[in-house]
């Protein structure tokens, strides 16, 4: 009976926390250990790349070859969270910030209109710090991705990409979009990702440079 009621106990605690629609920024415990320690780093830097994973997972000083740049990407954040700590990005006076995300938002069953909303916010209130604000797109899943229905989820990727591209025409800033080298109508082709079918390959990770670096280059940086 002990046994019963425990077993019942972790199912109620796991689908408590497995409900896509009350999930919560601060649910992710890699953000509180990434934000805790964001105030100890005051150094100005001129370029902050903020967003999920797939911006988390490069070394962005090394890949840019420069030593001005912040990487803030957090795995598994979603576009609220970005709002949540965006006083960390401000903190160390950028000139411009990258925004890569809204894959996690979408998982999590969070409404096109929020993560527009969530972004365009982001932009606002960069600007209002004299911070450029970029987007970027959001890369379609490979065929061979298994958490979800890739199929499924890129339906909603495209959708919200015209979302995403609308809000950069409307608001006048730069915007990158892989999409165009590394996915076909409806995949992102396996080798731009590693075997989970979302992250990136080394070979994504050096086209996203070069249109970064085309950004900076425009804008004097």
Same mark, same amino acid.
């Given at each position: 009976?002990?046994?019963?009621?425990?077993?019942?106990?972790?199912? $109620? &605690?796991?689908?408590?926390?497995?409900?896509? /629609?009350?999930?919560? #920024?601060? %649910?992710? =415990?890699?953000?509180?250990?990434? *934000?805790?320690?964001?105030?100890?780093?005051?150094? $100005? &830097?001129?370029?902050?790349?903020?967003?999920? /994973?797939?911006?988390? #997972?490069? %070394?962005? =000083?090394?890949?840019?070859?420069? *030593?001005?740049?912040?990487?803030?990407?957090?795995?598994?954040?979603?576009?609220?969270?970005?709002?949540?700590?965006?006083?960390?990005?401000?903190?160390?006076?950028?000139?411009?910030?990258?925004?890569?995300?809204?894959?996690?938002?979408?998982?999590?069953?969070?409404?096109?209109?929020?993560?527009?909303?969530?972004?365009?916010?982001?932009?606002?209130?960069?600007?209002?710090?004299?911070?450029?604000?970029?987007?970027?797109?959001?890369?379609?899943?490979?065929?061979?991705?298994?958490?979800?229905?890739?199929?499924?989820?890129?339906?909603?990727?495209?959708?919200?990409?015209?979302?995403?591209?609308?809000?950069?025409?409307?608001?006048?800033?730069?915007?990158?979009?892989?999409?165009?080298?590394?996915?076909?109508?409806?995949?992102?082709?396996?080798?731009?990702?590693?075997?989970?079918?979302?992250?990136?390959?080394?070979?994504?990770?050096?086209?996203?440079?070069?249109?970064?670096?085309?950004?900076?280059?425009?804008?004097?940086?």
């Amino acid at each position: 009976m002990i046994a019963f009621l425990v077993r019942k106990n972790y199912f $109620q &605690k796991f689908f408590a926390h497995s409900n896509l /629609s009350e999930w919560h #920024y601060t %649910n992710n =415990e890699r953000y509180g250990n990434y *934000t805790t320690v964001y105030p100890l780093y005051s150094k $100005q &830097k001129n370029i902050v790349m903020l967003g999920n /994973s797939l911006t988390n #997972y490069a %070394n962005w =000083e090394e890949l840019l070859d420069r *030593t001005d740049v912040a990487n803030r990407g957090i795995g598994g954040d979603i576009t609220e969270g970005f709002l949540g700590r965006l006083k960390y990005i401000i903190y160390v006076k950028p000139k411009i910030v990258f925004i890569e995300g809204g894959v996690n938002d979408l998982s999590r069953n969070i409404s096109q209109e929020n993560i527009i909303k969530n972004l365009t916010s982001i932009i606002d209130t960069l600007q209002k710090n004299d911070i450029k604000p970029v987007l970027t797109t959001v890369t379609l899943l490979a065929e061979h991705y298994k958490s979800r229905n890739p199929v499924e989820q890129n339906k909603k990727i495209k959708k919200l990409n015209k979302q995403i591209f609308k809000l950069a025409k409307d608001k006048n800033i730069d915007l990158i979009d892989l999409n165009q080298f590394v996915s076909n109508e409806n995949f992102c082709n396996p080798e731009y990702v590693v075997k989970d079918g979302i992250h990136f390959s080394d070979k994504t990770y050096v086209i996203w440079k070069q249109e970064v670096e085309k950004v900076l280059t425009k804008e004097n940086l």
